[in-house]
């Protein structure tokens, strides 16, 4: 039997939710919406309502991140959160076990909520 493996060569299967020191973006977990927002290209966006999806993605042992997904009822909406998400380059600080780096999944729901001519994001 073999197992999955990514482009750096780490089993897919070795991924961890919990950690001993939890992964960190520089700047801090503000920064990093900071910078997703930034990013998110609302304009693409019409009507009014409102959107949720929740991205999904690989943290690396290297800070770089993999395997970037999005679950919502929206496909604009999960397709520019992935694009938003990818368009970001700085890398996290990893998180560790017993003082290892570990892979880690991490999870962000978001939502925005647009009311025809103003698109106001809502990170959750």
């Known amino acids: 039997m073999f197992a999955q493996v990514n482009d750096n060569g780490d089993q897919l299967n070795d991924v961890v939710e919990t950690a001993d020191k ?8 503000y920064e990093y919406q900071n910078q997703f927002v930034k990013a ?26 993999t395997d970037v997904k999005a679950l919502g009822g ?3 909406l999960n397709d520019e959160s992935i694009r938003a998400v990818k368009k970001i380059k700085t890398k996290w600080i990893p998180a560790e076990i ?5 892979r880690f999944r991490l999870r962000f729901p978001f939502s925005t909520e647009i ?4 698109h106001i994001p809502i990170t959750l």
């Not at 017993?98 to 570990?102: L, P």
């Open 22 to 29: 939890i992964p960190e973006f520089p700047g801090g977990i």
């Open 40 to 65: 998110f290209r609302y304009e693409k966006f019409e009507g009014k309502g409102k959107l949720r999806t929740t991205v999904i993605f690989i943290l690396e042992k290297d800070g770089s991140i």
């Open 74 to 76: 929206s496909q604009l």
């Open 98 to 102: 017993n003082g290892e780096k570990v």
């Open 115 to 118: 009311d025809g001519t103003n």
